[in-house]
């Protein structure tokens, strides 16, 4: 049975609208917690908050996530475009709402480290990341951007340990339909007598 062209494109819509406005969230939410990070802990000592759960230190990353990198600033940006815009190339064959999520984390966290790399010092490309959260027995420092990148990639991983496809399917589905279609049997064109014939697919074939 063929889906609905208006109502394929329709979800095409709704799961593209979703992913960007994940994106968007966590990109607002990261320059933001950025900007005022800046402006309250720069020439400060680290805050200890909630007994030292979590520490509130500025630091500065030309590396990757978490520091992993940082002797290949400018390649890692390019990185990270080529990134954004394969989540966008890709982003066409939405139809799972857990997919559309973990590339909207995904793509949001990734904005939000490039928008540092691109304007912010030395330099476009070599710019250095803002990175002000730190847990306990917890080696690098990070933000809301690497947060959101880290929850995107287990959300990930666990859809694909699962087999669910971006397009909303799984693998062990997607078997089934294929078996079923090579052993449901075709209906030949009616003879002339008005009465239909069932035909199987090996006479299909011949």
């Excluded at 062209?5 to 960007?20: N, S």
């Excluded at 500065?60 to 940006?77: E, K, M, Q």
Aim: a positive charge; glycine letters at 10%; charged letters at 15%.
């Amino acid at each position: 049975m063929t889906a609905d062209p208006v109502q394929l494109r329709t979800r095409r819509i709704w799961a593209l609208t979703v992913m960007f406005c994940v994106a968007v969230i966590v990109l607002t939410a990261d320059a933001i917690s950025k900007q005022q990070v800046m402006a309250r802990l720069s020439g400060h000592p680290p805050v200890r908050l909630l007994h030292g759960l979590l520490t509130l230190d500025l630091t500065f990353n030309a590396g990757a996530a978490f520091g992993v990198g940082t002797s290949y600033t400018a390649i890692i940006a390019l990185i990270v475009c080529g990134v954004i815009a394969y989540i966008i190339r890709i982003a066409r064959r939405l139809r799972s709402l857990a997919w559309t999520i973990a590339l909207g984390l995904l793509l949001g966290g990734a904005m939000g480290n490039l928008g540092d790399r691109l304007f912010r010092g030395p330099g476009p490309f070599r710019g250095q990341v803002v990175d002000w959260l730190n847990l306990p027995h917890f080696p690098w420092t990070f933000n809301l951007a690497d947060a959101s990148i880290s929850c995107a990639a287990v959300l990930i991983a666990v859809l694909a340990l699962r087999g669910v496809r971006i397009d909303g399917t799984s693998a062990a589905h997607a078997a089934d339909r294929i078996d079923g279609d090579l052993s449901t049997p075709s209906v030949a064109s009616a003879p002339r007598d008005g009465t239909t014939r069932l035909v199987d697919g090996d006479e299909c074939t011949s």
